[in-house]
């Protein structure tokens, strides 16, 4: 039964119509986390009228989570996050059923709380959890939709819809852990996690509608600093093996180095600061403090910055040699040197990564390539004489 009234502006759209709202209340979507991508997820997706909305969290809601998590009030503190967010998602509509999950996902659980829903969204803020997710996914034929939020940047994407591409396709490998700061320690715009929770819940909705075309193959970049979006396009790498079981999604969460918040500085052991390109080559991860006491040595690598033409105008590196955006690798080739290291640096060394991976895939020697973790805010807070502005 569709209630007319409440989706009346649906219902006088093309693409969704009486059947398109049958269809979502239908529907099932279980989102992972009641944070800060949840929050806005849930509450659009409430609204939107899907009829059955599944919560997995285990925290309990904190003073300083309302800065971005908008589905939870101050009078909610203490609350089980999932209890808060299923009260104000059935205050919304009290006709949407609302399943929540007082737990944390794990190997243990996950193939359990998958079966019967139509997409997963994530909301989760590790990575373990991440590829936790998209092997899971892969076993059970679910699409899931992607989202990352980190200070000014957020990424979204579509994995495993219609057999398209996985995670593990785009990222084959996660970075060290030591490399991978927390939300805590990074810190985030508040209002940033509820723009890519809001695309996520667009994604989500067209592949319940069945509205082409979706993010399945791209990879969606937003700059809430520059107020730029870039898209970056993948595909399934043919010579990966296929997920049979979780192990080692098992094995990264059970991971002693996953549980702790890095904050020394420390670049981690160099035989585990390599990152796998999906065919077979490997780049190089580097922190800002390992590049200046290697460069103090006599280490001389040609420098990448692969921000956007904005960005670089705004503030650069006094020895770049070298701008081209992420997203124009092939352009750029041609004025690459042949041999020696190659240092590639962004923002923050989330698109210098993807930039990496393009590369490779362009021929450049994978060991040559070093993804500078912290990118140019790494550089403005270790060597701020070399910032030119």
């Known amino acids: 039964m569709v209630d007319?009234?409440?989706?009346?502006?649906?219902?006088?759209?093309?693409?969704?119509?009486?059947?398109?709202?049958?269809?979502?209340?239908?529907?099932?979507?279980?989102?992972?986390g009641a944070g800060g991508l949840g929050s806005p997820a849930a509450l659009y997706l409430a609204a939107a009228g899907v009829g059955r909305i599944g919560l997995i969290d285990n925290d309990a809601v904190e003073l300083s989570n309302l800065q971005r998590q908008v589905i939870h009030a101050t009078s909610d503190v203490g609350t089980p996050k999932v209890h808060s967010a299923k009260a104000a998602l059935n205050a919304i509509d009290p006709n949407v059923a609302v399943e929540v999950f007082h737990e944390r996902l794990n190997p243990t659980n996950i193939l359990e709380r998958f079966e019967g829903w139509d997409v997963i969204i994530d909301g989760t803020d590790n990575l373990p959890t991440r590829y936790l997710v998209d092997d899971a996914c892969s076993l059970l034929g679910l699409p899931w939709v992607y989202g990352s939020v980190f200070r000014f940047e957020g990424q979204v994407s579509l994995f495993n819809f219609q057999n398209g591409p996985c995670y593990r396709d785009l990222f084959p490998e996660a970075p060290p852990a030591a490399a991978v700061p927390s939300c805590a320690e990074a810190g985030v715009l508040g209002v940033l996690p509820g723009l890519i929770g809001v695309l996520q819940a667009t994604e989500a909705l067209k592949v319940l509608l069945g509205m082409p075309p979706s993010l399945s193959g791209t990879l969606l970049l937003y700059d809430a600093k520059t107020m730029d979006f870039d898209k970056l396009s993948f595909a399934a790498d043919p010579t990966r093996m296929p997920v049979s079981d979780l192990s080692e999604a098992a094995a990264m969460l059970s991971d002693d180095d996953w549980?702790?918040?890095?904050?020394?500085?420390?670049?981690?052991?160099?035989?585990?600061?390599?990152?796998?390109?999906?065919?077979?080559?490997?780049f190089h991860h580097i922190s800002m403090t390992e590049f200046l006491q290697r460069r103090g040595e006599g280490w001389a690598p040609f420098i990448f910055d692969v921000r956007s033409a904005a960005e670089h105008a705004e503030v650069s590196v006094s020895t770049c040699n070298l701008h081209a955006p992420h997203t124009e690798m092939v352009s750029a080739l041609p004025s690459l040197p042949e041999e020696g290291d190659i240092v590639i640096h962004c923002k923050s060394g989330m698109r210098s990564q993807l930039a990496a991976i393009e590369l490779i895939k362009l021929g450049v020697a994978a060991d040559r390539l070093y993804n500078l973790d912290g990118g140019i805010l790494g550089w403005m807070a270790a060597a701020p004489d070399e910032i030119v502005r």
């Open 4 to 32: 007319a009234a409440r989706h009346a502006r649906h219902l006088s759209l093309p693409d969704v119509g009486i059947e398109g709202q049958r269809r979502l209340g239908q529907s099932s979507v279980l989102i992972i």
């Open 259 to 282: 549980c702790l918040v890095p904050s020394d500085g420390k670049a981690a052991p160099e035989e585990q600061k390599s990152v796998e390109d999906g065919q077979g080559g490997m």
